[in-house]
């Protein structure tokens, strides 16, 4: 049986995800009591071999000055053809490819 300190290594080689604290404050008073402050380290370039990689490319926000990319996150209007960029929210609008969106998964394809 691993040790605690072995099982939060293992999720941080695994996720390439580091906190500073393995607990999340329960209130805001709790929150102002945090000597060290709540960070993560993020690694976005991680090599995760048990995802497979996408075969399709990004939907970029149309703001010149955001280009997030279309994520599950974002809101999407379905009967719009639009989806809003999380970040600058901008509407923007759903590339030709992506016309027969829907709500629904189509398992046809
Ligand atoms: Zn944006």
Same mark, same amino acid.
Do not use: H
């Given at each position: 049986? $691993?040790?605690?300190?072995?099982?939060i290594q293992q999720?941080?080689?695994?996720?390439?995800?580091?906190?500073?604290?393995?607990?999340?404050?329960?209130?805001?008073?709790?929150?102002?009591?945090?000597?060290?402050?709540? $960070?993560?380290?993020?690694?976005?370039?991680?090599?995760?071999?048990?995802?497979?990689?996408?075969?399709?490319?990004?939907?970029?926000?149309?703001?010149?000055? #955001?280009?997030?990319?279309?994520?599950?996150?974002?809101?999407?209007?379905?009967?719009?053809?639009?989806?809003? #960029?999380?970040?600058?929210?901008?509407?923007?609008?759903?590339?030709?490819?992506?016309?027969?969106?829907?709500?629904?998964?189509?398992?046809?394809?």
């Amino acid at each position: 049986m $691993a040790t605690y300190e072995e099982f939060i290594q293992q999720n941080e080689d695994r996720d390439g995800i580091r906190f500073t604290w393995n607990v999340w404050p329960s209130s805001r008073i709790e929150t102002t009591r945090l000597v060290v402050p709540l $960070a993560c380290l993020y690694q976005p370039l991680k090599e995760r071999p048990d995802l497979p990689p996408i075969q399709y490319e990004p939907v970029l926000c149309t703001r010149n000055t #955001c280009r997030a990319i279309l994520n599950p996150m974002c809101q999407v209007d379905y009967r719009a053809k639009l989806w809003v #960029c999380n970040f600058c929210f901008q509407r923007n609008p759903f590339p030709p490819q992506y016309a027969a969106i829907s709500s629904s998964i189509n398992l046809q394809n």
